[in-house]
């Protein structure tokens, strides 16, 4: 229903609000409006995934992002308040008298919560993880578009000792969520999170020689990004892990289409499948990949793995999308990929 009246419901959401708020006319300008419609409609869409899945914490944890994104903007942490009081308001009139209160639940439970939520959020590099001055050294290279010398400290810690899967761990994965807590606080344009990424995989690529050298066993995998979403870097990591552990693996990137997904699984038969969803609002095409594949024929007893951002935030998600387990990092996944074959056999 949200879905189906999200337009209209962003509509009055941003004419109530500057009804209320004349001031923002002159504070914003034009194009506030059209920033004040953009964020109504992110508003919507995943609060509509959080009421989907039952989880009021998939909307609260967005709204926690939302602060600091909005924050590093120059937005008040009371103009995103007086946003979600006006679209309570709207919701409790349009939507029907069964259905509003809930909705307006969840909004109120994140209004509550706003006040203790972060406005500049802590580094996503620890400095009490292993190799910390590692992915320190790696970031400020890539932030300096220095690719040359990133690829070079990884590359002679690997040489001296260092596992890959220790860098693919503590150096990539903290490094690209710092690069995304840094665009969320307005540190680096989307540009150099482009480069960062991309430079990542570059380097990531350079360690395959390695990776397919090892010994292979009788077991494969298959990992996709759900339909829509395009942060691969995950399931990447993920699939070179299984990698590494021997199995054969198929890595078929982002934003892969459900349909295309189980084509490809039909031909394949793997025995296990790993699909990420870091985007809340794919959640729905998650769930109905799922189910499309536990009904294809060929495809009905093959194990699938889930991960990605709304997943740490709500750890028993998995149940509720119809996966059989879900893994916050690559090497939990592989592990869990062992046991699950395990039983199966």
Same mark, same amino acid.
């Given at each position: 229903?949200?879905?189906?009246?999200?337009?209209?419901?962003?509509?009055?959401?941003?004419?109530?609000?500057?009804?209320?708020?004349?001031?923002?006319?002159?504070?914003?300008?034009?194009?506030?409006?059209?920033?004040?419609?953009?964020?109504?409609?992110?508003?919507?869409?995943?609060?509509?995934?959080?009421?989907?899945?039952?989880?009021?914490?998939?909307?609260?944890?967005?709204?926690?992002?939302?602060?600091?994104?909005?924050?590093?903007?120059?937005?008040?942490?009371?103009?995103?308040?007086?946003?979600?009081?006006?679209?309570?308001?709207?919701?409790?009139?349009?939507?029907?008298?069964?259905?509003?209160?809930?909705?307006?639940?969840?909004?109120?439970?994140?209004?509550?919560?706003?006040? $203790?939520? *972060?406005?500049?959020?802590?580094?996503?590099?620890? !400095? /009490? &993880?292993?190799?910390?001055?590692?992915?320190? #050294?790696?970031?400020?290279?890539?932030?300096?578009?220095?690719?040359?010398?990133?690829?070079?400290?990884?590359?002679?810690?690997?040489?001296?000792?260092?596992?890959?899967?220790?860098?693919?761990?503590?150096?990539?994965?903290?490094?690209?969520?710092?690069?995304?807590?840094?665009?969320?606080?307005?540190?680096?344009?989307?540009?150099?999170?482009?480069?960062?990424?991309?430079?990542?995989?570059?380097?990531?690529?350079?360690?395959?020689?390695?990776?397919?050298?090892?010994?292979?066993?009788?077991?494969?995998?298959?990992?996709?990004?759900?339909?829509?979403?395009?942060?691969?870097?995950?399931?990447?990591?993920?699939?070179?892990?299984?990698?590494?552990?021997?199995?054969?693996?198929?890595?078929?990137?982002? $934003?892969? *289409?459900?349909?295309?997904?189980?084509?490809?699984? !039909? /031909? &394949?038969?793997?025995?296990?499948?790993?699909? #990420?969803?870091?985007?809340?609002?794919?959640?729905?095409?998650?769930?109905?990949?799922?189910?499309?594949?536990?009904?294809?024929?060929?495809?009905?007893?093959?194990?699938?793995?889930?991960?990605?951002?709304?997943?740490?935030?709500?750890?028993?998600?998995?149940?509720?999308?119809?996966?059989?387990?879900?893994?916050?990092?690559?090497?939990?996944?592989?592990?869990?990929?062992?046991?699950?074959?395990?039983?199966?056999?």
């Amino acid at each position: 229903m949200l879905d189906s009246m999200r337009e209209s419901i962003a509509d009055s959401v941003v004419e109530r609000h500057y009804q209320r708020h004349p001031e923002l006319e002159s504070r914003f300008g034009a194009r506030g409006r059209v920033k004040c419609r953009e964020d109504a409609g992110s508003h919507l869409t995943y609060l509509a995934q959080s009421l989907i899945t039952s989880r009021p914490a998939l909307f609260a944890d967005y709204v926690a992002w939302a602060k600091a994104m909005l924050a590093g903007r120059g937005i008040s942490a009371r103009d995103l308040a007086d946003h979600l009081q006006v679209l309570i308001d709207v919701l409790s009139e349009r939507l029907p008298p069964q259905d509003a209160p809930s909705a307006c639940f969840y909004v109120q439970n994140a209004l509550a919560a706003l006040p $203790n939520m *972060p406005d500049f959020p802590a580094s996503c590099i620890a !400095q /009490d &993880r292993p190799l910390t001055h590692l992915a320190d #050294s790696y970031l400020g290279a890539l932030l300096a578009c220095s690719r040359q010398e990133a690829s070079r400290l990884v590359l002679d810690a690997v040489d001296h000792g260092t596992s890959i899967k220790d860098v693919y761990i503590h150096v990539f994965q903290e490094s690209q969520k710092e690069i995304g807590r840094l665009w969320q606080t307005n540190q680096v344009t989307v540009a150099q999170e482009h480069y960062c990424t991309a430079a990542t995989q570059l380097i990531m690529s350079q360690f395959y020689p390695k990776i397919f050298a090892g010994p292979r066993i009788s077991r494969s995998f298959v990992g996709a990004c759900v339909g829509g979403d395009l942060h691969e870097i995950g399931i990447r990591m993920v699939a070179d892990f299984f990698e590494m552990e021997g199995w054969d693996t198929a890595y078929l990137g982002a $934003n892969v *289409p459900g349909r295309d997904l189980i084509r490809t699984l !039909q /031909d &394949r038969k793997p025995d296990v499948v790993g699909i #990420s969803a870091t985007i809340t609002a794919n959640l729905s095409a998650l769930a109905q990949t799922i189910a499309a594949i536990r009904v294809t024929p060929g495809c009905r007893t093959m194990k699938i793995l889930v991960g990605g951002y709304p997943f740490l935030v709500v750890p028993d998600l998995w149940v509720e999308i119809g996966a059989d387990g879900m893994a916050q990092d690559a090497q939990e996944a592989v592990d869990l990929a062992v046991q699950l074959t395990k039983d199966a056999a």
